[in-house]
């Protein structure tokens, strides 16, 4: 599935030379809130950085997107009473490779809100070090996943070719965690808030 996905993402990028669309480009920033108990308790909520190529026929549109988060956080522990942890640190890095079905209202006026979903691939990847009396302990683990999300945001124009946006994204993807966040499993998707310009 997710190669197919990808081969989609690549056929999307030829599309403006074999039919008339219309392109936009934009960066956006966020806040992203893990939905998985487990991934909170570890790393909370962060920042993250995307970014879309969003082709645009009238109302309907289609975008690809990408992704990444990174944040520290503290690894689950679970020790005997003879055992003292010293330290313990962790790192979670998440990127994602988004297709998009987008419908936007009021394509000509300067406010077009708009809704869309998809699929993804989500590619996670954790680092834990574990300190104690005893030893120090090293793991890490990284898996893909194909996910899928949802979306609503709204557009301001600011001038012809420029817009503010803000957006609200739902994601899910479930990624092998046995080596980290406490479980054999884990959902890596969560809530994300951006806001962003798009050309």
Known sequence: MRRYLLAACLLLL?????????????IKTGYFMPTDNAMDDMYGTGAVIAGD???????LGMGIGLDYWKQDGTPVTIMD?????????SEMEIVSLTLTALYRFNPTQKV??????????????????????YSTTSFSGS??????????????????????FLEAKLSG?????SGGLGGEDADIGGFTIFAGIRF
């Not at 030829?14 to 934009?26: G, H, I, N, R, W």
């Not at 009473?81 to 640190?89: C, H, Q, T």
């Not at 708009?114 to 691939?121: D, E, F, I, P, R």
């Not at 949802?150 to 600011?158: C, F, K, N, P, Q």
Request: proline share 3%.
């Open 14 to 26: 030829l599309m403006p030379s074999v039919v008339q669309a219309e392109t936009e480009f934009d």
């Open 53 to 59: 190529l969003i082709y645009w026929f009238d109302n």
């Open 112 to 133: 077009k809100p708009y809704v869309g979903a998809g699929l993804g691939s989500y590619y996670a990847k954790e680092n834990s070090s574990v300190t104690t009396n």
């Open 143 to 164: 898996d893909t996943a194909l996910g899928v999300h949802i979306l609503a945001g709204v557009d301001m124009e600011l001038s012809e070719s420029i817009s503010f």
């Open 81 to 89: 009473g003879s055992i003292s942890v010293l330290e313990a640190s």
């Open 173 to 177: 993807a479930t990624v092998d965690a």
